[in-house]
């Protein structure tokens, strides 16, 4: 009866935490991405230093609040969980780790000459950003659009490296060093930042032909640049075409195993297709 009732409460902590599926748990996670984000306008505002001035006190104080909440998720993440390791050594469980720890950090390092070093520890906050992918759906698809491209943007990233290592050859042969071109690197270097439309302007042609040749780079960077997102967009409306394919099956629940932490089940499902567990406090 004591482990039914351990398991009881373990079960609906790990559905509060780890899941989205009940009003409790949707309740945590905007909770949550509330504190992350205040916790990243504190950063913000703190490197403020008028601001940081009148109202340090304040952004300490909330710099703890926020520090302890996330040092109590922290720890009830791993107690909910049947194998903690799993949690500790994931992603997400790194990311949790190393955005907690910098405020604690700055106890033990004493000595003005490490002003500097805790402060760089303490921006290690900024990790928090990262945990917001967890509840955006759409991330999947995205992330799967930009893997499925990679060969495609690989192709074509290889192919823009050789028109602006043929360009800058061209225009160094052009120009010369007298323009600025003193080298072929440095010419390649001109070719990428008129290519992707940057335009420094530390480098620049001078006769007629280099800039009639300048000028081509510049209307092809326009194209250039809409290449790679035309592939990602593809990709995307692709995989969001098979999302709606009556015979493929969607996983629109958020439904995390109390055992390994896997997270990707059919809707019916009772147990872990990837350890057994039962994901039902049954």
Known sequence: MENQRKKGWKHKMHEIIYEADTPQGR?????????IFASIVLVMLESVDTLDAKYHDIFYAGEWIITIFFTLEYFARIIAVNKPSKYIFSFYGIIDFLSTIPLYVSFFIVGSHALLTVRALRLLRIFRILKVTRYIGE???????LVDSRTKISVFLFTVLIICIISGTVMYLVEGEESGFRNIPASIYWCIVTLTTVGYGDIAP???????????IMVMGYG???????????????????????????????????????????DDAKFCDHCGYSLHDD
């Open 224 to 266: 250039i640049i809409a290449v790679p997102t035309g592939i990602v967009s593809a990709e995307y409306t692709k995989s969001a075409l098979e999302d709606t394919d009556p015979n493929k099956h969607i996983h629109t629940n958020t439904q995390s195993c109390a055992n390994c932490n896997h997270d990707t089940h059919n």
């Open 206 to 216: 001078i006769t007629p032909l280099g800039q009639f040749f300048a000028s081509i």
């Open 27 to 35: 309740f945590f996670d905007v909770i949550l991405l509330i504190l």
């Open 139 to 145: 991330s999947n698809k995205l992330t799967k659009a």
